[in-house]
């Protein structure tokens, strides 16, 4: 069975920081697009950081470029997402995804929630003084 687990949601302080982990289960990453997808209550589900396994491109959505990374110590079957300078309106669940299907717009990569073949459950992060 497949499985993708993500961790290390938490509740910080505006400002802090967190690292989340997916961790994937009866597949592997290389070959893959991972997305990081925050679900936020009354907004659609888009991704804020997409990155290709095979050859480390990574976009990132306006509203994240310059605080969150993927950073260059994945281990295998993981990948993490670095939250740097985290706002409230960071706050939601992290979901993170996988899929096969490389999308270009422009010169930045792009993961579209229908084409992402395996998703984890998500983790809590909530940016709250």
């Known amino acids: 069975e497949v499985q993708l687990v993500e961790s290390g949601g938490d509740l910080v302080q505006p400002g802090g920081f967190l690292r989340l982990s997916c961790a994937a289960i009866g597949i592997t990453f290389a070959g893959t697009i991972v997305g990081w997808f925050p679900q936020v209550p009354g907004k659609e589900r888009e991704a804020v950081v997409c990155f290709n396994t095979d050859d480390l491109m990574t976009s990132y959505s306006d509203s994240v470029t310059g605080r969150f990374a993927i950073p260059s110590d994945n281990a295998k079957n993981k990948v993490y997402l670095q939250m740097n300078n985290l706002q409230p309106e960071d706050t939601g669940v992290y979901y993170c995804?996988?899929?096969?299907?490389?999308?270009?717009?422009?010169?930045?990569?792009?993961?579209?929630?229908?084409?992402?073949?395996?998703w984890g459950k998500g983790t809590l992060v909530t940016v709250s003084s």
């Open positions: 995804a996988a899929g096969h299907l490389r999308v270009l717009e422009g010169d930045a990569l792009r993961c579209l929630d229908n084409d992402m073949s395996y």
